[in-house]
């Protein structure tokens, strides 16, 4: 038996932030961003939004589209690395906020590959035959921890998310195979300091902003093009594929810059390789499940397709996976 995705679902908050408006706020310019990332503008939350309050709005439409009423969801994964408390999983937020009372849940914290870990927690759910509507959900609120005096970080990330759900699949269409890594000896590169038991909150660490981001963005870089490269071309070649067979690659939307070297050194065309990144930055666990359901939307997959996700971030996590796509 395999899992397969039989809806999928966004939702990006209304407020918008333009490089423009970063202008005014940090030295940076425009032509910068656009160079080195890609990236035009990316959506925040609303003063009081949370996440699970995107994860709400992403279970409603993966209700609506499915058919389903809430009481039939077995299981709610949410991958985000912003959740809405230290204790209590926004995966129970949502449960409550849909008002699924026969699932339980839990959140899966792998920074932008959380996504794919998710898929593949919730996938092995649904084969080992015991849960048969599993909600997966990636998303982040990252304007919650980002320093919007810092311009190495505030201009790459954004606020927003997705997901699907996840049902048996008795052929071959569903998820295929997954490749999956943690190197955490990577973790000094990219992570929020303070805020968790190696430096709870405290006056001091509030002054010295230690609960924002930080990231060595060269050496996470290099990181990222390297491995999320390796790890798609091994899936790949372990499936005796070729990068002609890839209908569509959808990979973690963190630079222009790591998506093209990612594909080059995979041997996709252009056209093979799904990019939003422009218009919403990076959303950390939200960037895959966003671009899926865009892809679905823009008929960019059709049934049989081989569809390659990749992904890499804090961590350090990267990972690939592979599905066939079915109807949605
Ligand atoms: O989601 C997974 C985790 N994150 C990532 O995958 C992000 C990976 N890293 C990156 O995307 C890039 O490293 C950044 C976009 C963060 C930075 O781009 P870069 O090309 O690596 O720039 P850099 O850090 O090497 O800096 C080049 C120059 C420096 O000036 P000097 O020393 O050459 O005079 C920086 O001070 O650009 C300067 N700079 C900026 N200038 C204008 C750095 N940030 C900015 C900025 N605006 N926002």
Redesign the pocket.
Known sequence: MKAKITATARYLPKRTLSNQDLEKM????DE??RS??GIEKRHLVAEGEATSDMGKKIADQLLASSGKSAEEIDLILVATSTPDYLVVSTAAMVQDKINAVNAWGFDIVA??TGFIYAMETGAKMIESGKYKNVIVIGADTMSSIINYAD??TC??FGDGGGGVLLEPSDNDIGVLDSILYTDGSGSKY?NVPAGGSVQPASKDTIDKKMHYVI?D??T??KF?VKNMADVSKEIIDKNGLKGDDISLFIP?Q??K??IDATAKRCGLHEDQVFVNINRYG?T?AGTIPIAIDEAVEMSRLAKDDLLLLAA???GFTWGSMLIRWGNV
Request: glycine share 10%; proline share 0%; hydrophobic share 40%.
């Open positions: 940090v030295d940076t310019s910068w961003i080195r990332t920074a932008c311009r190495n201009i790459i990219l990231q963005g060269k996470v870089f990222a973690h963190a630079n810059r790591i990076n950390t890499f971030g804090g």
